[in-house]
């Protein structure tokens, strides 16, 4: 077991071998004026070869936002998702990958529909009426078992 208070990133030894590790980080620093809290999990399989990079992959969401970090409320969404591999790493492609949306920092989550476009995906929301902040949370899979998962508490605003 291993842990650290440095933000934005971390080194551990691990001892040589195959094994199973799962890495969790907590960030509740109310990131760039608007996330209130990010958590990532990852699993994962190592070889234990000395210098491997750790086959870990993000969830990432590029929602089209105005400058302010907003989009409109009481309309459909479209938020782009990819998945995105650690540079070197044995990460493979993903086999499976949801998208859920909160529109109440995460007391209660919705299933996005998710459509497959280029070398990513869709996701199609419908952002309730009036102002608010929407929550997302990527969960995804590749072809050797490893897995993320990712909430962003307040990713965007609506309005």
């Known amino acids: 077991m291993g842990e650290t208070d440095f933000s934005g990133g971390g080194f551990f030894t691990t001892p040589p071998g195959p094994a199973t590790y799962r890495l969790v980080t907590r960030d509740s620093g109310g990131l760039g004026g608007l996330s209130t809290r990010v958590d990532a999990e990852w699993s994962f399989r190592s070889t234990g070869a000395d210098g491997e990079q750790m086959p870990v992959s993000v969830v990432r969401f590029t929602p089209a936002l105005d400058p302010h970090h907003t989009a409109r409320a009481g309309r459909r969404f ?82």
């Open 78 to 159: 479209e938020i782009p998702v990819t998945v995105q591999a650690q540079a070197g790493s044995a990460a493979g492609p993903v086999r499976e990958i949801t998208v859920d949306v909160s529109y109440d920092d995460g007391v209660t989550w919705h299933r996005a529909p998710l459509r497959r476009t280029g070398a990513g995906w869709t996701a199609r929301v419908t952002h309730p009426s009036g102002a608010g902040f929407v929550s997302l949370r990527g969960e995804a899979t590749d072809r050797g078992g490893n897995t993320v998962s990712q909430t962003i508490i307040r990713a965007y605003r609506i309005g």
